[in-house]
């Protein structure tokens, strides 16, 4: 119980800093020449606040969110099962897996946040790019879980044979 409340005293000290700095004339200018920059730039809480109200009482944000949550479901299956057949691939033929691993380690040494531009610029609708981005992840390409797992797996049901 006494964390919640600190939780929420610093949830609430945040925002009370961000209305602060944002609100026009609280405070002198210590970074922008006019009053109205900070809260142009990050909005201003209480306005914030009301919008998301009342994107909820009109309903408008719910067709966003079910797009949202497509586009992301989409990705995971299209990156699960790309990663799966991959994984399963190149575990189980040694001629793919050796010409392969050069340019899987290079991909793999490359941080997640350079490789999303990489398939932003790829993919060019809006719809493909949010699935390519929640495919990435899933995918053999910088190496995850899902074909180190798959490749774990074929390689114990081979040696079992």
Known sequence: MKLRVLQFAVFAA????????????????????????????????????????????????FQHLWVTLLETLLGFVIGAASGLVIGLWLALSNTASAVMEPYIKGLNSMPRVVLAPIFSSWCSSTSTRACARSARPCSPTPACWVPRVASCCARSICRRR
């Open 14 to 61: 945040l925002v009370l800093l961000w209305h602060v700095v944002t609100k026009p004339g609280l405070i002198p200018n210590f970074y922008f020449e006019q009053d109205n920059r900070a809260a142009f730039f990050f909005g201003e809480p209480v306005k914030v606040f009301w919008v998301i109200v009342e994107w909820f009482t009109s309903f408008e944000i």
